[in-house]
């Protein structure tokens, strides 16, 4: 493992490769995946105690993401590290010198790196941050009044959701549920405040009567909402 802050270079494409082994982590760690097409298992969420398998992996996801329904806990290969092995997830460098470094190894993924200086820590950081509310905007459980939004714009249609997810449109229903949820990825109130995700204009875009927006960069990376 490096001690060091690292910086690696070409983070978006060892993120990618890595993402598309989340079963093969999964079963590596004794999960036992259940079902032909949904692919159900017990929650790793140490203090979930699952008597019954309340978690599978998200369908349309490719198989790269995760979600429990029995108390919420959800994610990629990453936040599944962190569940099973206390692997840091996002909030600092450590993510990159030590969760996404030791996964590349297991799995036999190339790396670039060099060191990292304290501004691109933070960048990085951010990054990631955004990811992680990105994913909250498009999986969150929608109101009926954005139901309503949809359908008005004839965009309720079922061959329309994958289409819609991708856009990256979806609800904050709760700003304070969507705070916590950042923060169990260990990113600090802090933190979220300097990077723009804990802030008034936030707080004035959650609710069920707003319909959200994921704005992304050129490498498709979200940077901000609307």
């Known amino acids: 493992k490096v001690s060091m802050p690292c910086r ?62 029995g108390c919420g806990a959800k994610g990629d290969i990453f936040d599944a590290a962190h569940y099973l092995e206390g692997l840091p997830t996002g909030s600092d460098e450590t993510f990159y010198s030590q969760t996404v470094l030791e ?16 501004e691109e820590a933070t960048r990085f950081r951010a990054f990631r941050a955004y990811q992680l509310a990105a994913r909250h905007v498009v999986e969150a459980e929608t109101s009926p009044a954005f139901k309503a939004a949809l359908a008005g714009r004839g965009w309720d249609r079922e061959e329309y959701a994958e289409s819609i997810k991708k856009l990256g449109l979806g609800q904050i229903p709760d700003y304070d549920a969507f705070q916590k949820d950042l923060e169990a990825h260990d990113f600090s109130p802090e933190f979220l405040e300097k990077v723009g995700l804990r802030c008034e204009v936030m707080k004035w875009m959650s609710g069920p009567d707003r319909m959200v927006f994921v704005l992304c960069d050129h490498k498709k990376r979200p940077i901000a909402f609307t």
Request: negative net charge; hydrophobic residues 35%; charged residues 30%.
């Open 8 to 69: 690696i270079s070409d983070f978006d494409a060892v993120r990618e490769e890595l993402q598309q082994k989340l079963k093969e982590y999964l079963q590596s760690r004794g999960v036992v995946l259940k079902g032909n097409g949904t692919l159900r298992f017990s929650c790793i969420n140490h203090e979930h105690d699952d008597a019954n398998p309340s978690a599978n992996i998200v369908p349309n996801t490719n198989d790269r993401e995760w979600v429990c329904h």
């Open 103 to 118: 996964l590349a190894r297991r799995f036999d993924v190339a790396v670039k790196t060099d060191e990292m200086s304290e």
